[in-house]
């Protein structure tokens, strides 16, 4: 603006505004998420995650918009597995290990496409993913992040996979340093 451009005013005691309605805003993003998600490679099990997460996000925003809250009291979902445990939404489903507790922090990807979980499969997914990172959750105990990232150096990306590894994008980031190697 220059110095003999005047400032938009409103006439006094005129209402704001309309800011558009919980719903549309919610309607709105929806739209652009299943926009960016409509054609997925079901061969790529990160886009398929990320598509997963962004219609989870979609579907949460729209029922916030309605006034509807998930029934978990702790605010997270559950991911049920054949042995009828409950597993938090960042372990993978070919995964077989049993979460280590609550969820605990938020690990996104490189895309901000993320999952919470348990400091376990937290871990996991932290391995897993090339430019991942990791949050701890508002409620979870100190250092949870930390002991999610530490771990996470030592662990082999798809760590339930079986068969030989030695390309440096099988190892983990621990492996891969101690052989002067990047992945």
């Given at each position: 603006?220059?110095?003999?451009?005047?400032?938009?005013?409103?006439?006094?005691?005129?209402?704001?505004?309309?800011?558009?309605?919980?719903?549309?805003?919610?309607?709105?993003?929806?739209?652009?998420?299943?926009?960016?998600?409509?054609?997925?490679?079901?061969?790529?099990?990160?886009?398929?995650?990320?598509?997963?997460?962004?219609?989870?996000?979609?579907?949460?925003?729209?029922?916030?918009?309605?006034?509807?809250?998930?029934?978990?009291?702790?605010?997270?979902?559950?991911?049920?597995?054949?042995?009828?445990?409950?597993?938090?939404?960042?372990?993978?489903?070919?995964?077989?290990?049993?979460?280590?507790?609550?969820?605990?922090?938020?690990?996104?990807?490189?895309?901000?496409?993320?999952?919470?979980g348990c400091?376990?499969?937290?871990?996991?997914?932290?391995?897993?993913?090339?430019?991942?990172?990791?949050y701890a959750?508002?409620?979870?105990?100190?250092?949870?992040?930390?002991?999610?990232?530490?771990?996470?150096?030592?662990?082999?990306?798809?760590?339930?996979?079986?068969?030989?590894?030695?390309?440096?994008?099988?190892?983990?980031?621990?492996?891969?340093?101690?052989?002067?190697?990047?992945?």
């Amino acid at each position: 603006m220059t110095q003999n451009e005047q400032a938009p005013t409103t006439t006094v005691g005129a209402p704001p505004p309309a800011l558009p309605s919980d719903l549309a805003v919610a309607a709105r993003v929806a739209q652009m998420l299943l926009a960016e998600h409509k054609d997925v490679d079901h061969r790529d099990l990160f886009a398929l995650n990320r598509a997963h997460g962004a219609l989870t996000e979609t579907v949460r925003i729209l029922l916030r918009a309605l006034g509807v809250e998930p029934d978990d009291e702790k605010g997270y979902r559950v991911v049920g597995t054949p042995g009828g445990d409950q597993r938090c939404p960042a372990a993978h489903p070919e995964d077989p290990t049993p979460c280590d507790g609550p969820p605990v922090v938020t690990v996104l990807d490189a895309h901000n496409g993320g999952a919470k979980g348990c400091e376990h499969h937290g871990a996991r997914l932290l391995a897993s993913l090339t430019g991942g990172r990791v949050y701890a959750l508002p409620d979870a105990p100190d250092g949870a992040a930390t002991r999610v990232f530490k771990a996470a150096d030592s662990t082999r990306p798809f760590a339930w996979v079986d068969g030989p590894r030695t390309r440096p994008g099988q190892l983990s980031h621990a492996e891969n340093r101690a052989r002067g190697e990047r992945r």
